[in-house]
């Protein structure tokens, strides 16, 4: 009767000063419930506000109200078992012997034998984690009455009520059956019931936040720094005093000021901003990392890095998942005001985007990484080190992993874990000004001004995904790869074993692999590969949808690709894509619309591709393969994709092993032959179908570029001497050629002469001895190897793109990179003699540089136009059964757009 009073009075008020956020996030995706099974709740407290929370959140999800009795056989028992009562001013509370009603459910489910599942559901007024040695209170200190209205009242917006996995009411009473005794069976339930709770509560609320100034005093005497201190002091001269007064003014700069007030605050706004700029989010894994917490392992989140919204999406996923709040590398160049100020009291600190050879700085931010993973606090920094303008995964930075290894190796007692944490969207706000970037704009520089016109930019962005992936336990690596690292523990920090380097490089790469392993697929990603793939960057939507037939076919092989690809049909897939607006349809009449972007759009789409063009490389090589043999055998097809995959594998970091190779390759070709994309014959043949060809073609495509890429560094490599180039010069001729290849080769695409591709692929020609490098460091190249890749990689490409090559480069001998200026010279005093008609006519490809320069593109110009006659032979197939009104049509309705 009190109760139906009390739930009665405050059902309103509670209502609208307190929210209910569900930890999981969305419970019904994470919480496995048997419909057939009746539910009992377990919970904290059986005050008021608490059992309105519940009941509004049961409500939600489709549950039986926490008030209700439940009926079981022929006894109607309460359904909500209580750890305790609260009371007016008691800051203790009414224990309560929860397991007298847990003992009533046991013996009514065993009368009728049927299961019951007990719901633990334990609801937090605030997340604030408060200061070192406080309690939480409601969890292992109770709430008077009164406190508790006041928190309702004014901070009952920073709820989080926490549901844990249902637990059988058999499975529990044969576990307590082992105990013999009664009472103590009772009491064990009891703390088994308390201690659930208790960990739970601090798994979600985090460690308290430490004093800031008592911490950078600590820092300063702390060993480590003492250390660089006595060697800064032998080094340069300086007095202890001096150097103390720089290590702390560099702790100042650098340390985090973690405020839960404004931590709530933020989020507040960003759930504000979020929900009005993107349509939802999807969140994966989750639970992996709310196990790892519980365990005891030092969290480190490991995100790509697309754009500044990164920050935004993650915190918002740690947040509503209950997860551990982390400490957050910033670079330098966030660090003015009032930015700064903001974001070091939303727990980033700020290191220096560079920090090679300053030796004491860099062992005075090893030092403050060392205590936050003694201290248990979860951290997180950008492995790639800045954003990615091409929306591919950048190699990573390995001098964060190395100093966190380095911290294992003091012997702390937690072991250290980096979750990879895929970010995605259907929409980066910055993508315009990286495609200016690549195209050669100078990278505008960070400031306040910058940060309000964001805002400006606020519209319908899609979705945003969050997948955390496969953790990486350094321990448990360390032990697979060094099993004697135990005996380089060393408590200073000092240790620097001989294998460190090889180890943190093969530990970075690993987490770049499941990095990319847990990328999420989406719509504008499919669509986004298919009409880029096009010749002509035109569909029709019925080609279109059987591309993403394809495409989603393929994906499917994978199993880690479940949960992680859109669920909606073909139509749904098409439509939540030109929400974005990155193409336009085009109705031409008589049932046929088409679909094609601006030239402005495909750059973007260019972006959106490569945020999943590591997931169809394999299977868009073998395509390749398969297209341009037209009639191989099944051998073949395994033996020259595995020539050509290792180039792909290392510059897109594909995830799948060498142990997993084949098996992929020939699910790969069985998917091929159930569609009826190719056919199986005898004696293990396979041949071209008649079926499919055009969609097979548009996803071979989508490694093109890559693969002209390969040609071009490979007919180099086949021309040049040993000791002719360094690695530098190697990479500036290839991106200088790549500039040079004709526009209907490289789509205008700006991405296609990025240096970093270039500098992964001689990175792979090294690990595979393909060539070396010579004490001054210029290549040898390994000619016998680079022939047989140049042998693979030539079929898959048109024969005219390669003869263009090898005419651009015919004269590489005689061209010393490091003489570039010469050239330039003696082309400038050339070019004086000749008169203006003669120069447009005599300008041949044996006169042109290599090395291309202002003057040597005007020149060129004639020659590309020469060449580009020609469609490449690998896109016309595509086009032959487009109408030329059609086209028309197209370029028209631009025209007046």
């Known amino acids: 009767m009190v109760n139906r009073f009390l739930r009665a009075l405050f059902y309103w008020p509670i209502r609208i000063t307190a929210t209910c956020e569900p930890i999981p996030f969305e419970p019904l ?26 009941e509004r959140l049961t409500k939600q999800l489709g549950w039986p109200s926490p008030f209700e009795d439940i009926v079981i056989g022929q006894k109607k028992l309460p359904r909500t078992a209580y750890l305790r009562d609260p009371t007016f001013f008691g800051s203790t509370g009414r224990a309560r012997d929860i397991s007298g009603t847990i003992f009533q459910w046991f013996a009514a489910s065993r009368e009728i034998n049927e299961d019951l599942q007990i719901i633990p559901i334990s609801v937090l007024w605030s997340r604030d984690p408060s200061i070192e040695g406080a309690a939480i209170r409601g969890i292992d200190l109770a709430t008077p009455v009164w406190r508790k209205f006041l928190t309702l009242t004014f901070a009952g917006r ?33 703390r088994l019931v308390a201690l659930h709770f208790l960990r739970k509560a601090r798994t979600i609320v985090g460690r308290p936040f430490p004093n800031r100034s008592r911490l950078l005093h600590e820092l300063v005497q702390r060993q480590g720094t003492q250390s660089a201190i006595a060697e800064a002091m032998e080094k340069d001269g300086k007095s202890k005093e001096e150097l103390e007064k720089k290590a702390y003014e560099i702790f100042d700069i650098m340390v985090a000021d973690t ?45 790509c890095h697309r754009s500044h919204m990164d920050y935004i999406l993650l915190l918002f996923a740690i947040f509503h998942e209950g997860l551990p709040i982390p400490q957050v590398a910033s670079g330098d160049n966030l660090n003015f005001f009032p930015v700064g100020q903001i974001i070091r009291r939303c727990g980033s600190y700020f290191i220096r985007r560079k920090m090679k050879g300053d030796t004491f700085y860099t062992a005075l931010f090893r030092e403050y990484l060392s205590v936050l993973f003694e201290r248990g606090y979860a951290t997180e920094f950008f492995i790639e080190g800045g954003r990615s303008r091409t929306g591919r995964t950048l190699p990573p930075r390995t001098g964060m992993v190395s100093m966190t290894v380095q911290a294992q190796l003091r012997g702390i007692e937690r072991p250290i874990v980096f979750i990879p944490t895929y970010l995605g969207y259907e929409h980066v706000m910055e993508v315009g000004s990286y495609m200016h970037e690549l195209e050669g704009a100078a990278k505008k520089k960070e400031s306040i001004k910058g940060l309000f016109g964001i805002f400006k930019r606020l519209r319908y962005y899609g979705r945003g995904y969050v997948t955390f992936g496969e953790p990486v336990i350094v321990p448990r690596f360390l032990n697979k790869h060094v099993p004697n690292w135990h005996d380089y523990i060393d408590p200073t920090g000092n240790s620097r074993p001989e294998w460190l380097y090889d180890t943190v490089n093969q530990l970075s790469h690993e987490i770049i692999i499941k990095l990319n392993d847990s990328a999420s697929v989406n719509a504008i990603n499919l669509c986004a590969l298919a009409i880029i793939g096009d010749a002509d960057h035109t569909l029709s939507i019925n080609m279109l949808k059987r591309c993403l037939k394809l495409y989603l076919l393929v994906l499917s092989c994978d199993e880690r690709r479940k949960g992680l690809m859109p669920s909606g049909s073909l139509d749904t897939i098409i439509a939540q894509a030109l929400e974005l607006k990155k193409f ?56 020259h994709t595995r020539s050509l995959f290792y180039f792909l594998k290392h510059e897109l970091f594909t995830p799948i092993t060498e142990d997993e190779l084949d098996s992929f390759i020939n699910k790969y070709i069985n998917v091929f032959v159930k569609g009826g994309y190719i056919l199986d014959l005898d004696h293990n043949m396979l041949a071209l179908s008649g079926d499919g060809y055009e969609e097979l073609l548009i996803l071979s495509n989508s490694i093109r570029l890559n693969l002209v890429r390969y040609l071009i560094a ?132 044996d006169e042109r540089p290599i090395i291309s320069n202002d003057s040597a593109k005007a020149e060129n110009k004639t020659h590309s136009a020469a060449i580009s006659e020609d469609k490449i032979e690998s896109g016309a197939a595509a086009c032959e059964d487009k109408m030329q009104s059609v086209s028309e049509f197209l370029d028209d309705k631009d025209a007046k757009s």
Not at 29 to 54: C, R
Request: charged content about 20%.
């Open 29 to 54: 995706k994470h919480i496995k419930i048997d419909p057939n099974k009746q539910i009992v709740y377990i919970m904290v407290s059986s005050s008021v506000g608490n059992m309105l929370t519940v």
């Open 158 to 190: 920073d709820n989080c009520t926490i549901i844990s996995e249902p637990c059988s009411a058999f499975y529990l009473e044969e576990r307590l059956q082992s105990v013999g005794d009664y009472i103590l069976r009772k009491i064990i339930l009891n």
């Open 259 to 303: 405020r839960y007030p404004l931590l709530r605050f933020f989020n507040t706004i960003i759930s504000l901003i979020w929900k009005r700029i993107y349509h939802g989010q999807s969140i994966v894994g989750a639970n992996k990392v709310r196990n790892l917490v519980q365990n005891g392992y030092e969290i480190i989140y490991i995100p």
């Open 584 to 639: 336009r349809v085009y109705d031409v009449g008589e049932d046929m619309k088409f679909v094609r972007p601006s030239r402005g759009q495909t750059l973007q789409l260019t972006y959106f591709q490569n945020n999943i063009l590591h997931l169809v490389a394999l299977p868009a090589l073998i395509a390749s393969v398969i297209i341009r043999n037209g009639h191989i055998s099944r051998a073949n097809v395994i033996s």
């Open 714 to 845: 490979v007919t180099l490599l086949r021309q040049i001497n040993d000791g002719t180039l360094t690695k530098n010069d190697f990479v500036t001729a290839c991106v200088d050629l790549c500039k040079e290849v004709p526009a209907e080769v490289t789509n205008n695409s700006p991405e296609f002469a990025d240096p970093i591709m270039f500098n992964i692929m001689c990175d792979t020609f090294v690990r595979h001895s393909y060539f070396s490098y010579s004490e001054n460091g210029t290549i040898i190249p390994e000619h016998n190897k680079i022939v047989k890749l140049a042998q693979a990689a030539e079929p898959l490409l048109a024969a005219k793109l390669v003869r263009h090559l090898k005419t651009e480069i015919e004269n590489i001998k005689s061209h010393n990179v490091l003489g570039r200026e010469a050239a330039k010279a003696a082309q400038a005093e050339a070019a004086a003699k000749r008169t203006p008609d003669t120069e447009a006519v005599s300008a041949t490809a």
